[in-house]
């Protein structure tokens, strides 16, 4: 699941953005050859032998905030490390890329997603993507969900903020991997953003937006709401723990 920090609060708009012809879509799941005998192979876990050894530096100046401990030898931020704990203990592979932003425009900070589905359940390949020169220029905009008082990034330092998007797309692996009804609201959701695209390039200019668009567009948005909640909530418990470790 893409979301996005920059000039966005919510992930709908980018999934909406992502609907739209001349824009990229969203991508379903995918099964290369060439991955499936590596899922069989690669032991389970949080992975990071992809990694660069440039990346891999910036990688564990954010493993060391998820795994920090304070006097009494607890977790620091213990929602952040309940999430890494269960996907490392999942059965699962999530794989962490770095990647850079393809495009000064591109928006995108994290996405998480499944590659191989594994048809038993118990050993999917999945990618969490931090782009961290996105999270590094995106904004501080504050996100109403009520009187959380949620403000995404703010008060934060440059790694914490990578781990605040970390814990996004943990949230999203948890939510995803740990029950198979999720996952396919999850392709259901990629489905719908091919469809539309595909009726939105095949749309006569006057007629673009139809009946059949306006019912495609509301179904995405509700799997989106329903899909990006629970890491919604989940980054705002995370963003106050961080917070509050760093007012310490």
């Not at 440039?54 to 905030?65: C, Y």
């Not at 952040?80 to 900070?109: N, T």
């Amino acid at each position: 699941m893409a979301y996005r920090s920059v000039s966005c609060t919510a992930v709908l708009l980018g999934i909406m953005l992502a609907a739209v012809p001349g824009t990229r879509a969203a991508q379903p799941l995918r099964v290369p050859s060439d991955r499936i005998d590596r899922a069989a192979e690669t032991a389970p876990g949080i992975r990071t032998d992809q990694l660069s050894a440039r990346k891999l530096r910036a990688w564990k100046q954010i493993e060391a905030i998820v795994l920090a401990k304070d006097a009494a030898d607890r977790p620091s931020h213990p929602k952040l490390h309940r999430l890494w704990q269960w996907v490392e203990a999942s059965g699962h592979v999530v794989q962490i890329e770095l990647p850079d932003p393809k495009a000064r425009c591109d928006h995108q900070a994290g996405k998480f997603m499944v590659e191989e589905s594994d048809t038993d359940g118990r050993k999917h390949l999945a990618v969490i993507r931090l782009c961290l020169p996105v999270i590094d220029r995106a904004s501080v905009r504050k996100i109403i969900w009520g009187a959380d008082g949620f403000v995404r990034f703010e008060g934060l330092g440059k790694e914490e903020r990578y781990a605040e998007i970390l814990g996004h797309g943990l949230a999203h692996a948890v939510w995803i991997l740990a029950d198979r009804s999720h996952q396919s609201l999850k392709e259901d959701l990629d489905r719908k953003v091919t469809e539309f695209n595909d009726l939105r390039r095949r749309a006569v200019r006057d007629v673009a937006w139809d009946d059949k668009s306006r019912r495609h567009l509301r179904r995405i948005e509700s799997l989106t709401t329903e899909i990006e909640r629970p890491a919604d909530v989940a980054e705002a418990e995370i963003w106050k723990e961080l917070l509050g470790s760093r007012k310490r």
